[in-house]
């Protein structure tokens, strides 16, 4: 542990079979999602840090639109 923070690094390994399996058994509308969290497992560390600054980029450069939209939608929440 440095500073306060332990770092932990794990492997694991699955079989294919068993990955296939899995995807096999998910309802459709979880396909897409599963797909992509493969993809992102395969990435290696930089790739990942790449990633998340563009979507970070993307994110910002929309938030005032994002933010607005949000404000509208808690207008139509019912009050408890």
Same mark, same amino acid.
């Given at each position: 542990? !440095?500073?306060?923070?332990?770092? !932990?690094?794990? =492997? $694991?390994?699955? =079989? ?9 058994? %998910? ?13 992102? %497992? ?5 790739? !990942?840090? $790449? ?8 994110? =910002? ?5 994002? =933010? ?5 939608? %808690?207008?139509?929440? $019912?009050?408890?």
């Amino acid at each position: 542990m !440095v500073g306060g923070i332990m770092k !932990v690094t794990m =492997n $694991a390994e699955i =079989n294919r079979e068993t990955i296939h399996k899995l995807i096999d058994e %998910l309802p459709e509308r979880d396909l897409r999602a599963a797909k992509l969290y493969l993809e992102r %497992l395969k990435q290696s560390p930089e790739e !990942v840090a $790449a990633s998340d600054k563009r979507d970070a980029e993307i994110i =910002n450069t929309h938030a005032d639109e994002l =933010n607005a939209e949000a404000e509208d939608v %808690l207008g139509y929440q $019912a009050e408890w």
